[in-house]
Protein backbone atom coordinates (compact mmCIF):
# COMPACT_ATOMS: atom_id res chain seq x y z
CA UNK A 1 0.00 0.00 0.00
CA UNK A 2 0.97 3.52 -0.83
CA UNK A 3 -0.34 7.07 0.36
CA UNK A 4 -0.01 10.25 -0.86
CA UNK A 5 -0.63 13.44 0.34
CA UNK A 6 -0.49 16.46 -1.81
CA UNK A 7 0.45 19.95 -0.45
CA UNK A 8 1.15 23.77 -1.35
CA UNK A 9 -1.81 24.22 -3.62
CA UNK A 10 -3.88 27.88 -4.01
CA UNK A 11 -4.58 31.39 -5.47
CA UNK A 12 -1.90 32.62 -7.25
CA UNK A 13 -1.38 35.63 -9.64
CA UNK A 14 -0.34 35.03 -12.80
CA UNK A 15 3.30 35.15 -13.45
CA UNK A 16 4.08 34.11 -9.93
CA UNK A 17 5.47 30.80 -8.53
CA UNK A 18 3.86 28.25 -6.51
CA UNK A 19 5.40 24.73 -5.25
CA UNK A 20 3.74 21.32 -4.46
CA UNK A 21 4.59 18.83 -2.62
CA UNK A 22 3.71 15.24 -2.53
CA UNK A 23 4.49 12.49 0.54
CA UNK A 24 4.43 9.17 -0.63
CA UNK A 25 4.53 6.39 2.30
CA UNK A 26 4.29 3.02 2.26
CA UNK A 27 5.47 0.34 -0.28
CA UNK A 28 7.57 3.66 -2.08
CA UNK A 29 10.71 1.88 -2.70
CA UNK A 30 8.94 -0.26 -5.34
CA UNK A 31 8.14 2.59 -7.38
CA UNK A 32 9.07 3.21 -10.62
CA UNK A 33 7.63 6.57 -12.10
CA UNK A 34 6.70 9.31 -9.82
CA UNK A 35 4.47 11.71 -11.97
CA UNK A 36 2.18 14.97 -11.51
CA UNK A 37 -1.21 14.85 -13.13
CA UNK A 38 -3.99 17.82 -13.80
CA UNK A 39 -7.02 17.98 -14.42
CA UNK A 40 -9.99 20.76 -14.91
CA UNK A 41 -13.21 20.48 -14.67
CA UNK A 42 -14.96 17.95 -17.06
CA UNK A 43 -11.40 17.39 -18.67
CA UNK A 44 -9.69 14.30 -18.75
CA UNK A 45 -6.63 14.13 -16.44
CA UNK A 46 -3.71 14.80 -18.03
CA UNK A 47 -0.09 14.17 -17.57
CA UNK A 48 2.12 16.98 -16.45
CA UNK A 49 5.98 16.10 -15.33
CA UNK A 50 7.32 12.57 -14.97
CA UNK A 51 10.43 11.43 -13.05
CA UNK A 52 11.86 7.87 -12.56
CA UNK A 53 12.25 6.27 -9.67
CA UNK A 54 15.81 6.70 -10.15
CA UNK A 55 15.89 10.38 -11.50
CA UNK A 56 17.45 9.50 -14.77
CA UNK A 57 14.46 10.40 -16.80
CA UNK A 58 12.21 13.24 -16.48
CA UNK A 59 9.17 14.14 -18.87
CA UNK A 60 7.38 16.99 -18.93
CA UNK A 61 3.76 18.00 -20.84
CA UNK A 62 4.95 20.55 -23.88
CA UNK A 63 2.97 23.46 -22.58
CA UNK A 64 5.19 23.59 -19.18
CA UNK A 65 8.20 22.74 -20.43
CA UNK A 66 10.73 25.70 -19.18
CA UNK A 67 8.56 26.35 -16.71
CA UNK A 68 7.93 23.94 -14.26
CA UNK A 69 10.50 21.15 -12.76
CA UNK A 70 9.62 17.98 -11.49
CA UNK A 71 11.92 16.55 -8.54
CA UNK A 72 12.32 14.03 -5.62
CA UNK A 73 13.29 13.81 -1.77
CA UNK A 74 14.87 10.41 -1.83
CA UNK A 75 15.33 10.27 2.07
CA UNK A 76 12.08 11.94 2.84
CA UNK A 77 10.37 10.81 -0.24
CA UNK A 78 8.53 13.47 -1.32
CA UNK A 79 7.67 14.68 -4.59
CA UNK A 80 7.51 18.31 -5.55
CA UNK A 81 6.86 20.53 -9.24
CA UNK A 82 8.14 23.86 -8.91
CA UNK A 83 6.00 25.80 -11.01
CA UNK A 84 7.02 29.19 -12.56
CA UNK A 85 5.82 31.88 -14.62
CA UNK A 86 2.09 30.59 -13.95
CA UNK A 87 -0.98 31.39 -16.42
CA UNK A 88 -4.44 31.34 -16.30
CA UNK A 89 -4.65 27.75 -18.18
CA UNK A 90 -2.28 25.93 -15.63
CA UNK A 91 -5.46 26.14 -13.44
CA UNK A 92 -6.80 22.76 -12.67
CA UNK A 93 -7.03 20.36 -9.66
CA UNK A 94 -2.93 18.16 -9.46
CA UNK A 95 -2.53 14.80 -8.79
CA UNK A 96 0.47 12.76 -7.32
CA UNK A 97 0.72 9.51 -9.07
CA UNK A 98 3.00 6.50 -8.34
CA UNK A 99 3.42 3.36 -10.24
CA UNK A 100 5.42 0.80 -9.58
CA UNK A 101 5.27 -3.44 -9.32
CA UNK A 102 4.82 -5.32 -6.38
CA UNK A 103 4.49 -9.09 -5.26
CA UNK A 104 4.57 -9.26 -9.30
CA UNK A 105 1.23 -7.30 -9.75
CA UNK A 106 1.67 -3.44 -11.15
CA UNK A 107 0.32 -1.09 -8.96
CA UNK A 108 -0.48 2.68 -9.73
CA UNK A 109 -1.57 5.18 -6.20
CA UNK A 110 -3.13 8.57 -6.67
CA UNK A 111 -3.36 11.45 -4.15
CA UNK A 112 -6.79 12.99 -3.44
CA UNK A 113 -5.59 16.46 -4.96
CA UNK A 114 -4.61 19.86 -4.63
CA UNK A 115 -6.00 22.71 -6.07
CA UNK A 116 -4.29 25.19 -8.30
CA UNK A 117 -6.10 28.79 -9.65
CA UNK A 118 -4.15 31.64 -11.32
CA UNK A 119 -5.90 34.53 -11.61
CA UNK A 120 -5.13 36.68 -14.80
Known amino acids: QVQLVESGGGLVQAGKSLTLSCAASGSVNRAVLWSWYRQVPGGERELVAR????????RYQESVLGRFTISRDRARNILSLQMTRLKSEDTAVYYC?????????????WGRGTQVTVAS
Open 51 to 58: VSTDGATT
Open 97 to 109: NLKGRNLGADFDY
